[in-house]
């Protein structure tokens, strides 16, 4: 239905006006010129606390934290100087106050109406608890993921640090052992080859120590055989200690032969029990 249909009287108007004014779900305030409030809506007053009479002719200000009051009349002046349609505060968070002296977030947007000559002001209030209350929580949320994220990364960088001077110890070990291994390998090739000389040494030692006292064993058997017709008992007495010290010397070299075959594993020892002679 078009308002051709319905046409409006000036009464009718201004009945639709108050009526949208006083039930709007925000607060609606209206200043003069000099900032005093000449009209304040229902929910404006659900909102501060006070009643209608008790704001007109009140200034704006009185909605305002007492320290920001001062700074809001200077902002107040260059508004109606230069009045255009916007929103206060950008960039910044602002307060009102309630007749009970209590503070909350608002969201404030500027309108003006000239009558006669005369710059009217219209405030509308936007009480943002709620939103700054999420926002705070989105803030916390925000601000503990990042000290989460903060301390996985920091654990993770000492994981890495621990892991990196691990591997490092590791491979120190590594090299250590890899060290010790070729010294151990050194140490056995010159054992083997001191005892390749050693075996050697006794081979050669087996055979020209054998010579010389076969030798010395063979003149003594001689010089016995000569002295069987004389019968010199004082020459048969050196040639039986000549005889004698040979066979110690034999003796001797069968020991030392049999001993360094004994450490190359060529003789296998063969344990028994002796009866002990008492």
């Given at each position: 239905m078009s308002s051709k249909n319905y046409p409006l009287n000036n009464i009718d108007s201004i009945e639709q006006f108050e009526a949208l004014f006083n039930f709007a779900t925000i607060g609606i305030v209206v200043t003069d010129n000099c900032g005093k409030i000449?009209?304040?809506?229902?929910?404006?007053e659900t909102q501060f606390g006070y009643t209608k009479e008790e704001m007109l002719g009140e200034v704006v200000d009185k909605l305002l934290p007492r320290n920001t009051q001062d700074r809001h009349v200077k902002y107040r002046e260059q508004y109606y100087q230069h009045p255009e349609p916007r929103i206060m505060g950008h960039g910044r968070d602002l307060f009102a106050q309630t007749k009970a002296g209590e503070t909350f977030p608002v969201e404030v947007s500027l309108?003006?109406?000239?009558?006669?000559?005369?710059?009217?002001?219209?405030?509308?209030?936007?009480?943002?608890t709620v939103r700054k209350a999420q926002e705070a929580i989105v803030t916390g949320q925000t601000k503990e993921l990042e000290r989460v994220t903060a301390e996985i990364k920091s654990m993770n960088y000492e994981l890495e640090q621990k892991v990196e001077d691990r591997t490092k110890m590791l491979r120190?070990?590594?090299?250590?052992?890899?060290?010790?291994?070729?010294?151990?390998?050194?140490?056995?090739?010159?054992?083997?080859?001191?005892?390749?000389?050693?075996?050697?040494?006794?081979?050669?030692?087996?055979?020209?120590?054998?010579?010389?006292?076969?030798?010395?064993?063979?003149?003594?058997?001689?010089l016995d055989k000569y002295n069987e017709g004389k019968a010199d008992q004082k020459i048969s007495k050196h040639i039986h200690r000549i005889?004698?010290?040979?066979?110690?010397?034999?003796?001797?070299?069968?020991?030392?032969?049999?001993?360094?075959?004994?450490?190359?594993?060529?003789?296998?020892?063969n344990i028994e029990q002796v009866p002990a002679h008492t």
């Open positions: 000449i009209n304040f809506n229902k929910y404006a309108s003006y109406y000239t009558i006669n000559g005369q710059t009217y002001v219209i405030a509308f209030v936007i009480d943002i120190e070990a590594l090299s250590e052992l890899e060290k010790s291994k070729e010294e151990l390998s050194a140490a056995l090739e010159k054992e083997r080859e001191l005892n390749e000389l050693k075996s050697r040494f006794v081979t050669v030692a087996s055979h020209e120590f054998r010579t010389p006292l076969s030798t010395i064993l063979s003149s003594a058997y001689l005889q004698g010290a040979v066979d110690g010397m034999k003796n001797i070299l069968e020991d030392f032969l049999s001993l360094g075959k004994m450490e190359e594993g060529l003789v296998q020892k």
